[in-house]
């Protein structure tokens, strides 16, 4: 298929230093988009920047630095964004981490719940009017399948009375989807649509900041993970194919809508998230 030219277009894509976030920036760049590479770090972005130039020589790239796992930050980043860049035409959600040791944010709430959950819905929330501004602008949320085991507990969402890594990773990937279908709801009559995906299990440094299992299960799960370029794919399909332009509020994986677990389906379920996230983002 002949690669569709997004010459004009603006491109956020945040976690873009490394993994499917820098596979997913080079990819978009060689469509011709300028990409709003969000990072963390500034060395490892820079390095991200160099390295994805040397790959795509007229690649249009522009840095923003922010912590997401500070909602303090995820508003200044905003702000930036929205003074930069009038009109947005594609944000991608993927920065995420694999939580460790239980971590409190500097609100006070689990950090995997704020990284992972709290600031793509603050970010896009505080992003709509420039989302809105864009002729048909795309929101991507990065999930996975591992929202399967998660569970929407309303009385322990970001304050865990019983931590563990691998159920606060899913939780938060679970509230992944119910935020995209509840948004797709929202924004039903509009010129935006917003889908979710999973990426597949890929070969990044994703998890290197995990406990000593999670690092142990991850590591030997290497040689049957994919590419970070293959876990860019369907986030990159989503962003820029003339196929999924309209469609909105669905579940990808390897570029065909699947079906998510049967709780994601449940409106109420996903009304009360958003009105949660609401509280503890103060959006």
């Known amino acids: 298929m002949t690669q569709q030219d997004n010459s004009g277009k603006v491109m956020v894509v945040t976690g873009a230093s490394s993994g499917i976030g820098k596979a997913t920036a080079e990819a978009l760049a060689q469509t011709g988009a300028t990409v709003v590479m969000v990072c963390r770090h500034e060395g490892r972005a820079q390095q991200a920047m160099d390295a994805i130039t040397a790959t795509v020589p007229n690649a249009r790239l522009k840095l923003h630095l922010a912590d997401l796992s500070e909602l303090e930050m995820v508003r200044s980043l905003a702000q930036e964004l929205k003074e930069h860049y009038p009109a947005i035409d594609v944000l991608i959600n993927n920065a995420g981490i694999i939580p460790g040791l239980m971590s409190t944010s500097k609100e006070g709430l689990e950090l995997a719940w704020v990284t992972n959950h709290l600031a793509p819905f603050l970010l896009t929330n505080l992003l709509m009017d420039n989302l809105l501004a ?12 591992a929202h399967r085991l998660g569970q929407i507990d309303f009385g322990q969402l970001g304050n865990p009375k019983h931590y563990s890594a691998i159920t606060a990773y899913a939780d938060s990937k679970l509230a992944n989807i119910l935020f995209t279908y509840e948004l797709a709801k929202r924004t039903e009559f509009t010129n935006l649509s917003v889908n979710c995906v999973h990426p597949g299990v890929v070969a990044t440094n994703f998890g290197k900041s995990s406990s000593r299992f999670v690092r142990a299960m991850l590591w030997m799960g290497r040689l049957f993970m994919r590419s970070s370029q293959k876990g860019a794919e369907t986030p990159v399909f989503l962003a820029t194919s003339p196929l999924v332009e309209k469609v909105s509020g669905k579940y ?26 609401e509280e503890q983002t103060g959006f």
């Open 134 to 145: 864009a002729p048909q602008a795309r929101i991507i949320n990065l999930t996975s399948e």
């Open 252 to 277: 990808y994986k390897d570029k065909k809508q699947i079906k998510s677990a049967m709780g994601t389906y449940n409106a109420h379920t996903a009304r009360r998230l958003w009105e949660l996230s």
